[in-house]
Protein backbone atom coordinates (compact mmCIF):
# COMPACT_ATOMS: atom_id res chain seq x y z
CA UNK A 1 0.00 0.00 0.00
CA UNK A 2 1.15 3.61 -0.67
CA UNK A 3 2.11 5.34 2.34
CA UNK A 4 -0.53 7.60 3.51
CA UNK A 5 -0.04 11.35 3.69
CA UNK A 6 -0.29 13.71 7.17
CA UNK A 7 -3.37 15.86 7.28
CA UNK A 8 -2.70 19.78 6.61
CA UNK A 9 -3.48 20.37 10.70
CA UNK A 10 0.06 18.61 11.58
CA UNK A 11 2.14 19.90 9.36
CA UNK A 12 0.26 23.69 9.12
CA UNK A 13 4.23 25.21 8.93
CA UNK A 14 5.15 22.83 5.85
CA UNK A 15 1.96 23.11 4.20
CA UNK A 16 1.92 27.20 4.60
CA UNK A 17 4.80 26.69 2.01
CA UNK A 18 3.29 24.42 -0.34
CA UNK A 19 5.23 21.49 0.64
CA UNK A 20 4.83 18.19 2.31
CA UNK A 21 7.13 15.17 2.99
CA UNK A 22 7.26 12.13 0.61
CA UNK A 23 9.88 9.09 1.74
CA UNK A 24 12.03 6.94 -0.41
CA UNK A 25 15.32 5.06 -0.54
CA UNK A 26 17.58 5.53 -4.04
CA UNK A 27 20.68 3.35 -2.77
CA UNK A 28 19.30 -0.39 -2.59
CA UNK A 29 20.49 -3.30 -4.35
CA UNK A 30 18.80 -5.79 -6.04
CA UNK A 31 20.27 -9.07 -8.18
CA UNK A 32 20.81 -6.39 -10.85
CA UNK A 33 24.20 -6.72 -10.12
CA UNK A 34 25.41 -9.00 -7.04
CA UNK A 35 22.57 -8.09 -4.65
CA UNK A 36 19.82 -11.10 -4.14
CA UNK A 37 15.91 -10.70 -4.94
CA UNK A 38 14.52 -10.01 -8.05
CA UNK A 39 14.24 -6.43 -9.56
CA UNK A 40 10.12 -6.83 -9.80
CA UNK A 41 10.08 -8.09 -5.98
CA UNK A 42 12.07 -4.94 -5.10
CA UNK A 43 9.83 -2.62 -6.78
CA UNK A 44 6.86 -4.81 -4.97
CA UNK A 45 8.72 -4.03 -1.40
CA UNK A 46 8.94 -0.40 -2.50
CA UNK A 47 5.39 0.12 -3.00
CA UNK A 48 4.73 -1.33 -0.36
CA UNK A 49 6.25 1.80 2.07
CA UNK A 50 7.74 3.93 -0.12
CA UNK A 51 6.80 7.27 -2.41
CA UNK A 52 9.50 6.91 -4.55
CA UNK A 53 12.77 4.69 -4.70
CA UNK A 54 15.72 3.68 -7.24
CA UNK A 55 17.01 0.41 -7.34
CA UNK A 56 21.03 0.63 -7.75
CA UNK A 57 23.30 -1.46 -10.05
CA UNK A 58 26.94 -2.01 -9.17
CA UNK A 59 28.33 -0.80 -12.31
CA UNK A 60 32.54 -0.29 -11.82
CA UNK A 61 35.32 0.35 -9.87
CA UNK A 62 38.49 2.14 -11.36
CA UNK A 63 40.58 1.30 -8.89
CA UNK A 64 39.58 -2.32 -7.89
CA UNK A 65 42.47 -4.24 -5.79
CA UNK A 66 42.66 -6.68 -8.76
CA UNK A 67 46.28 -7.67 -8.01
CA UNK A 68 45.69 -8.63 -4.04
CA UNK A 69 45.71 -12.22 -3.67
CA UNK A 70 43.91 -11.65 -0.30
CA UNK A 71 40.88 -10.11 -1.65
CA UNK A 72 40.54 -12.08 -5.03
CA UNK A 73 37.26 -13.86 -3.72
CA UNK A 74 35.90 -10.10 -3.17
CA UNK A 75 37.13 -8.95 -7.01
CA UNK A 76 35.31 -12.46 -8.32
CA UNK A 77 31.54 -11.46 -7.08
CA UNK A 78 32.45 -7.71 -8.37
CA UNK A 79 33.24 -8.05 -11.67
CA UNK A 80 30.83 -10.70 -12.12
CA UNK A 81 28.26 -8.42 -10.76
CA UNK A 82 29.76 -5.78 -13.03
CA UNK A 83 29.05 -7.70 -15.97
CA UNK A 84 25.79 -8.98 -15.03
CA UNK A 85 24.41 -5.26 -14.66
CA UNK A 86 25.74 -4.46 -18.42
CA UNK A 87 24.00 -7.55 -19.46
CA UNK A 88 20.64 -6.74 -17.75
CA UNK A 89 21.05 -2.60 -17.69
CA UNK A 90 18.68 -2.27 -21.06
CA UNK A 91 15.99 -4.44 -20.59
CA UNK A 92 15.17 -3.01 -16.72
CA UNK A 93 13.32 -0.19 -17.97
CA UNK A 94 10.88 -1.88 -19.43
CA UNK A 95 10.40 -3.23 -16.13
CA UNK A 96 10.90 0.77 -14.10
CA UNK A 97 8.04 1.76 -16.85
CA UNK A 98 5.99 -0.99 -15.49
CA UNK A 99 6.33 0.23 -11.82
CA UNK A 100 6.21 3.94 -12.26
CA UNK A 101 3.02 5.67 -11.09
CA UNK A 102 3.49 9.35 -11.10
CA UNK A 103 1.61 10.60 -7.81
CA UNK A 104 2.15 7.26 -6.10
CA UNK A 105 5.62 5.63 -6.76
CA UNK A 106 8.08 7.71 -8.46
CA UNK A 107 10.99 6.13 -9.82
CA UNK A 108 14.46 6.67 -11.03
CA UNK A 109 17.53 4.70 -12.51
CA UNK A 110 20.11 4.71 -10.60
CA UNK A 111 23.62 2.82 -10.64
CA UNK A 112 27.07 3.15 -8.40
CA UNK A 113 30.85 3.40 -8.95
CA UNK A 114 33.02 2.32 -6.27
CA UNK A 115 36.68 3.98 -5.10
CA UNK A 116 39.02 3.63 -2.75
CA UNK A 117 40.70 6.99 -3.71
CA UNK A 118 37.48 9.10 -4.01
CA UNK A 119 34.56 7.10 -2.17
CA UNK A 120 31.31 5.07 -3.33
CA UNK A 121 29.10 7.12 -5.49
CA UNK A 122 25.44 6.51 -6.57
CA UNK A 123 24.84 7.78 -9.75
CA UNK A 124 20.67 8.74 -9.96
CA UNK A 125 19.09 9.92 -13.67
CA UNK A 126 16.24 11.88 -14.18
CA UNK A 127 14.02 9.44 -16.51
CA UNK A 128 13.85 6.35 -17.56
CA UNK A 129 14.52 7.07 -21.32
CA UNK A 130 18.20 7.31 -20.27
CA UNK A 131 19.79 3.58 -20.89
CA UNK A 132 23.46 4.46 -21.12
CA UNK A 133 25.60 4.47 -18.09
CA UNK A 134 28.12 7.43 -18.49
CA UNK A 135 30.94 6.51 -16.08
CA UNK A 136 34.13 8.66 -14.92
CA UNK A 137 36.98 7.80 -12.66
CA UNK A 138 37.25 10.54 -10.18
CA UNK A 139 33.98 13.02 -9.50
CA UNK A 140 35.31 15.68 -11.91
CA UNK A 141 35.50 12.88 -14.87
CA UNK A 142 32.38 11.46 -13.68
CA UNK A 143 30.66 15.13 -14.02
CA UNK A 144 32.01 15.78 -16.78
CA UNK A 145 30.56 12.39 -18.43
CA UNK A 146 27.27 13.11 -16.87
CA UNK A 147 26.67 16.44 -18.34
CA UNK A 148 27.48 15.49 -22.16
CA UNK A 149 25.27 12.40 -22.04
CA UNK A 150 22.69 14.37 -19.72
CA UNK A 151 23.42 17.46 -18.81
CA UNK A 152 21.38 18.64 -15.59
CA UNK A 153 19.31 15.04 -15.58
CA UNK A 154 21.71 13.15 -13.96
CA UNK A 155 23.61 13.54 -10.49
CA UNK A 156 25.82 11.27 -7.95
CA UNK A 157 26.27 11.81 -4.51
CA UNK A 158 28.35 9.80 -2.07
CA UNK A 159 27.60 7.16 0.47
CA UNK A 160 28.81 5.55 3.08
CA UNK A 161 31.17 8.36 3.60
CA UNK A 162 32.72 7.48 7.19
CA UNK A 163 35.63 5.05 5.71
CA UNK A 164 38.84 6.50 5.94
CA UNK A 165 39.55 8.19 2.82
CA UNK A 166 41.72 5.52 0.74
CA UNK A 167 39.39 2.69 1.79
CA UNK A 168 35.93 3.89 -0.27
CA UNK A 169 35.10 6.80 2.26
CA UNK A 170 34.14 10.13 1.08
CA UNK A 171 37.57 12.29 -0.14
CA UNK A 172 36.82 16.25 0.69
CA UNK A 173 39.29 17.45 -1.94
CA UNK A 174 37.55 15.87 -4.87
CA UNK A 175 33.69 16.15 -3.40
CA UNK A 176 32.15 18.80 -6.20
CA UNK A 177 28.52 20.20 -5.46
CA UNK A 178 28.29 20.69 -9.09
CA UNK A 179 27.88 16.99 -9.13
CA UNK A 180 26.56 16.26 -5.41
CA UNK A 181 23.32 18.10 -3.89
CA UNK A 182 23.51 15.74 -1.30
CA UNK A 183 25.40 13.67 0.33
CA UNK A 184 23.80 10.14 2.43
CA UNK A 185 24.05 10.83 5.79
CA UNK A 186 22.94 6.75 7.51
CA UNK A 187 22.88 3.58 5.55
CA UNK A 188 22.88 -0.31 6.89
CA UNK A 189 26.82 0.33 7.17
CA UNK A 190 25.90 2.78 10.13
CA UNK A 191 25.70 6.89 10.73
CA UNK A 192 28.07 9.17 9.27
CA UNK A 193 27.00 12.49 11.05
CA UNK A 194 30.03 12.57 13.38
CA UNK A 195 32.72 10.23 14.58
CA UNK A 196 30.55 8.70 17.68
CA UNK A 197 26.93 7.63 16.72
CA UNK A 198 24.61 4.42 18.22
CA UNK A 199 24.60 3.07 14.58
CA UNK A 200 28.18 2.71 14.62
CA UNK A 201 30.08 1.27 11.45
CA UNK A 202 30.55 -2.48 11.99
CA UNK A 203 30.98 -3.68 8.29
CA UNK A 204 34.06 -5.53 7.82
CA UNK A 205 35.07 -2.62 5.85
CA UNK A 206 36.31 -1.19 9.30
CA UNK A 207 35.15 2.09 11.13
CA UNK A 208 33.63 5.58 10.81
CA UNK A 209 37.11 8.26 10.89
CA UNK A 210 36.38 11.26 11.78
CA UNK A 211 37.60 13.57 9.42
CA UNK A 212 35.37 11.92 6.83
CA UNK A 213 31.75 12.94 8.35
CA UNK A 214 28.97 14.66 7.83
CA UNK A 215 29.96 17.48 9.92
CA UNK A 216 33.63 17.82 8.84
CA UNK A 217 32.57 18.51 5.32
CA UNK A 218 30.53 21.26 6.58
CA UNK A 219 33.08 22.25 8.94
CA UNK A 220 35.05 22.86 5.57
CA UNK A 221 32.54 24.93 3.88
CA UNK A 222 30.99 22.55 1.53
CA UNK A 223 26.92 23.10 0.65
CA UNK A 224 25.20 19.87 0.34
CA UNK A 225 21.72 18.65 1.91
CA UNK A 226 21.40 15.00 3.27
CA UNK A 227 19.92 11.64 2.73
CA UNK A 228 19.14 8.92 4.42
CA UNK A 229 19.10 5.56 2.10
CA UNK A 230 19.62 1.57 3.14
CA UNK A 231 21.95 0.37 0.81
CA UNK A 232 19.98 -2.75 1.18
CA UNK A 233 21.28 -5.94 -0.61
CA UNK A 234 18.59 -8.24 -0.62
CA UNK A 235 15.91 -6.10 -2.86
CA UNK A 236 14.11 -4.75 -0.19
CA UNK A 237 14.23 -0.64 -0.71
CA UNK A 238 13.05 1.00 2.41
CA UNK A 239 14.42 -1.95 5.02
CA UNK A 240 13.50 -0.49 8.12
CA UNK A 241 16.09 0.49 10.08
CA UNK A 242 18.69 0.70 7.63
CA UNK A 243 18.03 3.96 6.45
CA UNK A 244 15.40 6.41 4.66
CA UNK A 245 15.27 9.75 2.79
CA UNK A 246 12.74 12.56 3.13
CA UNK A 247 12.44 14.84 0.39
CA UNK A 248 10.16 18.05 1.06
CA UNK A 249 8.51 18.76 -2.13
CA UNK A 250 5.05 20.20 -3.83
CA UNK A 251 3.72 16.50 -5.54
CA UNK A 252 5.12 13.13 -6.15
CA UNK A 253 6.03 13.83 -9.19
CA UNK A 254 9.91 13.25 -11.11
CA UNK A 255 10.05 16.73 -11.86
CA UNK A 256 8.83 18.26 -8.22
CA UNK A 257 10.70 14.68 -6.20
CA UNK A 258 14.14 16.07 -8.43
CA UNK A 259 13.90 19.56 -7.78
CA UNK A 260 13.67 18.87 -4.00
CA UNK A 261 16.67 17.10 -3.92
CA UNK A 262 18.76 20.26 -6.02
CA UNK A 263 17.32 22.23 -3.54
CA UNK A 264 18.05 20.09 -0.65
CA UNK A 265 15.03 19.99 0.86
CA UNK A 266 15.66 17.00 2.13
CA UNK A 267 16.28 15.03 5.19
CA UNK A 268 17.42 11.65 6.38
CA UNK A 269 15.53 9.05 8.02
CA UNK A 270 16.87 5.71 10.17
CA UNK A 271 13.36 4.06 9.75
CA UNK A 272 10.04 5.76 10.89
CA UNK A 273 7.63 7.74 8.50
CA UNK A 274 9.23 11.16 10.56
CA UNK A 275 8.20 14.73 9.71
CA UNK A 276 11.05 17.32 10.95
CA UNK A 277 10.82 20.69 9.44
CA UNK A 278 12.52 23.93 9.96
CA UNK A 279 12.06 27.25 8.27
CA UNK A 280 14.32 30.52 9.29
CA UNK A 281 13.81 33.94 7.98
CA UNK A 282 11.01 32.52 5.29
CA UNK A 283 13.99 30.07 4.44
CA UNK A 284 13.45 26.23 4.20
CA UNK A 285 15.62 23.76 5.74
CA UNK A 286 18.87 23.62 2.87
CA UNK A 287 18.69 26.72 2.05
CA UNK A 288 21.48 29.22 2.17
CA UNK A 289 20.74 32.08 4.29
CA UNK A 290 22.27 35.77 4.67
CA UNK A 291 24.19 36.52 8.35
CA UNK A 292 21.88 37.64 11.02
CA UNK A 293 21.97 38.92 14.52
CA UNK A 294 19.35 36.46 15.67
CA UNK A 295 18.35 33.00 14.03
CA UNK A 296 14.62 32.41 15.08
CA UNK A 297 14.13 28.59 13.48
CA UNK A 298 10.63 27.42 13.55
CA UNK A 299 10.53 23.65 14.08
CA UNK A 300 7.58 21.42 13.06
CA UNK A 301 8.39 17.98 14.30
CA UNK A 302 5.66 14.72 13.61
CA UNK A 303 7.80 11.58 15.72
CA UNK A 304 6.56 8.02 14.56
CA UNK A 305 6.86 7.04 18.75
CA UNK A 306 7.64 9.21 21.50
CA UNK A 307 9.88 11.96 20.95
CA UNK A 308 13.23 11.82 23.27
CA UNK A 309 14.64 15.13 22.27
CA UNK A 310 15.11 17.53 19.31
CA UNK A 311 18.54 19.26 18.65
CA UNK A 312 19.66 22.32 17.03
CA UNK A 313 23.44 21.59 16.14
CA UNK A 314 25.10 24.76 14.55
CA UNK A 315 29.01 24.42 13.27
CA UNK A 316 28.96 20.83 14.59
CA UNK A 317 27.91 22.24 18.05
CA UNK A 318 24.87 21.27 20.22
CA UNK A 319 23.00 25.11 20.75
CA UNK A 320 19.94 24.43 22.03
CA UNK A 321 18.05 20.78 23.30
CA UNK A 322 14.16 20.40 23.10
CA UNK A 323 12.27 17.86 25.27
CA UNK A 324 8.57 17.85 24.97
CA UNK A 325 8.74 15.64 28.00
CA UNK A 326 9.94 18.96 29.66
CA UNK A 327 8.25 22.01 27.33
CA UNK A 328 5.53 19.64 25.94
CA UNK A 329 3.78 21.97 22.47
CA UNK A 330 1.85 19.26 20.35
CA UNK A 331 0.92 20.90 16.85
CA UNK A 332 -2.58 19.48 17.23
CA UNK A 333 -4.89 18.04 20.15
CA UNK A 334 -8.28 17.02 20.54
CA UNK A 335 -10.19 17.27 23.27
CA UNK A 336 -12.59 14.38 23.32
CA UNK A 337 -10.13 11.94 21.89
CA UNK A 338 -6.52 11.04 21.69
CA UNK A 339 -4.94 11.11 19.01
CA UNK A 340 -2.33 8.33 18.98
CA UNK A 341 0.53 6.08 17.67
CA UNK A 342 -0.43 2.54 18.19
CA UNK A 343 2.21 -0.12 16.83
CA UNK A 344 2.18 -3.45 16.73
CA UNK A 345 5.66 -5.44 16.41
CA UNK A 346 6.02 -9.13 15.74
CA UNK A 347 9.03 -11.54 15.64
CA UNK A 348 11.50 -13.19 18.25
CA UNK A 349 11.29 -16.80 18.69
CA UNK A 350 14.35 -19.17 18.32
CA UNK A 351 17.97 -18.18 16.31
CA UNK A 352 17.56 -19.31 13.23
CA UNK A 353 14.10 -19.41 12.67
CA UNK A 354 11.26 -17.80 10.87
CA UNK A 355 7.88 -17.26 11.42
CA UNK A 356 4.85 -16.83 8.71
CA UNK A 357 2.58 -14.33 10.90
CA UNK A 358 -0.87 -13.84 9.67
CA UNK A 359 -3.44 -12.00 10.81
CA UNK A 360 -5.50 -8.78 11.74
CA UNK A 361 -5.73 -5.72 13.96
CA UNK A 362 -9.33 -3.76 15.07
CA UNK A 363 -10.19 -1.17 16.60
CA UNK A 364 -13.46 -0.77 19.03
CA UNK A 365 -14.29 3.03 19.69
CA UNK A 366 -11.43 4.80 17.48
CA UNK A 367 -10.57 5.43 13.81
CA UNK A 368 -7.51 3.96 12.22
CA UNK A 369 -6.20 6.96 10.56
CA UNK A 370 -3.50 5.98 8.41
CA UNK A 371 -1.41 2.68 8.05
CA UNK A 372 2.90 2.85 7.76
CA UNK A 373 4.44 -0.10 7.31
CA UNK A 374 8.08 -0.72 8.90
CA UNK A 375 9.23 -3.66 6.84
CA UNK A 376 12.76 -5.43 6.61
CA UNK A 377 13.90 -7.60 3.76
CA UNK A 378 16.45 -10.39 4.90
CA UNK A 379 20.01 -9.42 5.99
CA UNK A 380 22.37 -10.50 3.28
CA UNK A 381 25.46 -7.85 2.37
CA UNK A 382 27.54 -10.13 0.64
CA UNK A 383 26.73 -12.80 -2.15
CA UNK A 384 29.49 -15.00 0.14
CA UNK A 385 26.89 -14.83 2.76
CA UNK A 386 24.42 -17.35 1.08
CA UNK A 387 21.10 -16.52 -0.37
CA UNK A 388 18.51 -15.10 1.19
CA UNK A 389 14.54 -16.48 0.18
CA UNK A 390 12.58 -14.17 -1.54
CA UNK A 391 9.07 -13.54 0.41
CA UNK A 392 6.82 -10.65 -0.77
CA UNK A 393 4.91 -9.37 2.81
CA UNK A 394 1.20 -7.61 2.37
CA UNK A 395 -1.05 -5.29 4.82
CA UNK A 396 -4.17 -4.18 3.87
CA UNK A 397 -6.28 -1.96 5.52
CA UNK A 398 -10.14 -2.12 5.55
CA UNK A 399 -11.46 0.90 7.45
CA UNK A 400 -10.96 0.10 10.94
CA UNK A 401 -8.89 -3.80 10.07
CA UNK A 402 -5.86 -4.08 9.32
CA UNK A 403 -5.34 -7.60 7.83
CA UNK A 404 -1.53 -8.41 7.36
CA UNK A 405 0.79 -11.51 6.23
CA UNK A 406 4.40 -10.91 6.83
CA UNK A 407 7.41 -13.15 7.60
CA UNK A 408 9.62 -11.94 10.31
CA UNK A 409 13.46 -13.45 11.04
CA UNK A 410 13.86 -14.40 14.65
CA UNK A 411 16.53 -11.95 16.16
CA UNK A 412 20.32 -12.71 15.35
CA UNK A 413 21.67 -11.57 18.79
CA UNK A 414 20.82 -9.92 21.91
CA UNK A 415 21.84 -6.47 20.01
CA UNK A 416 20.36 -6.66 16.52
CA UNK A 417 16.40 -6.30 15.69
CA UNK A 418 14.94 -8.03 12.83
CA UNK A 419 11.24 -7.63 14.02
CA UNK A 420 8.40 -6.37 11.57
CA UNK A 421 6.00 -3.80 12.84
CA UNK A 422 2.98 -1.90 11.61
CA UNK A 423 2.70 1.42 12.79
CA UNK A 424 -1.20 2.70 13.02
CA UNK A 425 -2.44 6.67 13.32
CA UNK A 426 -5.64 6.32 15.43
CA UNK A 427 -7.96 8.19 16.95
CA UNK A 428 -9.36 6.85 20.67
CA UNK A 429 -12.09 7.57 21.95
CA UNK A 430 -12.46 6.74 26.11
CA UNK A 431 -13.13 3.13 26.37
CA UNK A 432 -11.40 2.62 23.13
CA UNK A 433 -10.00 -1.59 22.39
CA UNK A 434 -7.88 -3.03 20.52
CA UNK A 435 -7.97 -6.96 18.98
CA UNK A 436 -5.60 -8.79 18.09
CA UNK A 437 -5.68 -11.96 15.86
CA UNK A 438 -2.27 -13.57 15.58
CA UNK A 439 -2.25 -17.02 13.44
CA UNK A 440 -5.53 -17.93 15.21
CA UNK A 441 -5.35 -16.72 18.73
CA UNK A 442 -7.11 -13.55 19.72
CA UNK A 443 -5.57 -10.83 22.62
CA UNK A 444 -7.40 -7.64 23.18
CA UNK A 445 -5.94 -4.63 25.06
CA UNK A 446 -8.04 -1.07 26.06
CA UNK A 447 -6.22 1.94 25.59
CA UNK A 448 -5.91 2.48 29.14
CA UNK A 449 -3.61 -0.56 29.50
CA UNK A 450 -1.17 0.70 26.51
CA UNK A 451 -1.00 4.36 28.32
CA UNK A 452 0.31 3.19 30.74
CA UNK A 453 3.08 0.80 28.74
CA UNK A 454 4.02 -1.97 26.30
CA UNK A 455 2.05 -5.60 26.14
CA UNK A 456 3.83 -8.16 24.98
CA UNK A 457 2.72 -12.20 24.53
CA UNK A 458 4.00 -15.38 23.01
CA UNK A 459 2.02 -17.50 20.57
CA UNK A 460 3.13 -20.25 23.07
CA UNK A 461 5.82 -21.38 25.92
CA UNK A 462 9.11 -19.70 25.91
CA UNK A 463 11.50 -19.22 22.94
CA UNK A 464 8.08 -18.84 20.33
CA UNK A 465 7.45 -16.07 18.07
CA UNK A 466 5.73 -13.33 20.18
CA UNK A 467 4.17 -9.46 19.45
CA UNK A 468 4.40 -6.11 21.77
CA UNK A 469 1.85 -3.39 21.49
CA UNK A 470 3.74 -0.38 21.61
CA UNK A 471 2.46 2.27 24.44
CA UNK A 472 0.83 4.68 23.60
CA UNK A 473 2.28 8.24 23.05
CA UNK A 474 -0.29 10.87 23.88
CA UNK A 475 -0.34 14.01 21.19
CA UNK A 476 2.23 15.89 23.26
CA UNK A 477 4.62 12.97 23.53
CA UNK A 478 4.84 12.42 19.26
CA UNK A 479 4.42 15.92 18.29
CA UNK A 480 6.38 19.49 18.93
CA UNK A 481 6.17 22.68 17.07
CA UNK A 482 7.58 25.72 18.59
CA UNK A 483 10.67 28.71 17.70
CA UNK A 484 14.26 28.68 18.80
CA UNK A 485 17.21 31.36 18.49
CA UNK A 486 19.88 29.98 17.17
CA UNK A 487 22.25 32.75 17.93
CA UNK A 488 23.51 34.70 15.48
CA UNK A 489 24.71 33.51 12.23
CA UNK A 490 27.78 34.90 10.22
CA UNK A 491 29.00 34.08 7.30
CA UNK A 492 30.25 30.23 6.96
CA UNK A 493 28.02 29.01 9.60
CA UNK A 494 25.73 25.87 9.45
CA UNK A 495 22.41 24.70 11.05
CA UNK A 496 20.82 21.97 11.53
CA UNK A 497 18.18 20.03 13.62
CA UNK A 498 17.70 16.34 14.50
CA UNK A 499 15.25 14.16 15.97
CA UNK A 500 16.11 11.14 18.41
CA UNK A 501 12.77 8.93 19.57
CA UNK A 502 12.37 6.97 22.41
CA UNK A 503 12.16 3.95 20.16
CA UNK A 504 15.93 4.70 19.00
CA UNK A 505 14.66 5.93 15.57
CA UNK A 506 16.32 9.43 14.36
CA UNK A 507 15.51 12.04 11.92
CA UNK A 508 17.93 15.25 10.78
CA UNK A 509 17.26 18.03 8.59
CA UNK A 510 19.77 19.75 5.77
CA UNK A 511 21.14 22.47 7.32
CA UNK A 512 20.50 26.56 6.48
CA UNK A 513 24.29 27.49 5.01
CA UNK A 514 24.61 31.37 5.76
CA UNK A 515 26.62 32.76 3.15
Not at 177 to 203: N, Q, Y
Not at 274 to 300: N, S, W
Not at 375 to 391: D, I, K, N, W, Y
Request: charged share 15%; with cysteine; hydrophobic share 35%.
Amino acid sequence: MPTQKLPERLMPLAGAHGLRPYYGDIHNHCDLSYGRGSLHGALQNAARQLDFVSVTGHAYWPDMPVHNPDVAHIVDFHVKGFARLEQLWPGHFDTLSAFHQPGNLTILPGYEMHSNAHGDYTIVLRDLDQHSMPKGDTPSDLRQALNLTYGNRAFAFPHHIGYRKGARGINWDTFEEALSPVVELISMHGCSETSLTDRPFLHSMGPCNGTNTIHHGWNLGHIFGVLGNTDHHSGYPGSYGHGRSVVYAPDNSSDDIWNAIHARHTGALTGDNCHLFATLAGAIAGDIVAPMAQAPMQIEAIGGSFIDYIDIVKNGGLVKRISPAITPNAVSTHSTTLESILVLELGWGARGTFHDWSGNLSLEGGEVLAVETRLRGPEVVSPLEGGAQEHQDSVEQNGNRVVFKIRSQANPNNATSATQAIALRVSLRPGARIFVDLCGQTFEATADRLLTGALSGNLGDIDTPAFRLHPLPKAEDWQWCGTVDAGPLVKGDWVAVRMRQSNLQWAWTSPFFCR
